[in-house]
């Protein structure tokens, strides 16, 4: 599986931005689909995450109630819709693909190359 992240840019605080990954290969609709970041000086953290079927999603804390995860799996693309931004949710966003649903980013196989957000205050 290919991944490749879109939509980051520059907002301010207080906007919206909707990132999309968008997967190689057919066998996307088997596998989790995950979104991670990493901030300069740190580590790469996890965000959402999303089952195959689309019957749980997860969030870190730090975004629950501004970030929404969905996927399309005839488009082969999964989705963060990202509301209420806030300077610390600066960082490159990376998603990733793995067999189970995980918040640890050693259980996902595939990674994409990242999009940078950045939010201005």
């Known amino acids: 599986v290919q991944l490749q992240a879109s939509g980051g840019g520059l907002v301010q605080a207080g906007g919206s931005l909707r990132l999309s990954c968008a997967a190689s290969?057919?066998?996307?609709?088997?596998?989790?689909m995950g979104w991670f970041r990493q901030a300069p000086g740190k580590e790469r953290e996890f965000v959402s995450a999303i089952t195959w079927s689309s019957n749980n999603m997860f969030y870190a804390d730090s975004v629950k109630g501004r970030f929404t995860i969905s996927r399309d799996n005839t488009k082969n693309t999964v989705y963060l819709q990202m509301n209420s931004l806030l300077p610390e949710d600066t960082a490159v966003y990376y998603c990733?693909?793995?067999?189970?649903?995980?918040?640890?980013?050693?259980?996902?196989?595939?990674w994409g190359q990242g999009t940078l957000v950045t939010v201005s205050s």
């Open positions: 290969g057919r066998t996307f609709s088997s596998y989790a």
């Open positions: 990733a693909a793995g067999r189970l649903v995980a918040a640890t980013k050693n259980k996902y196989e595939y």
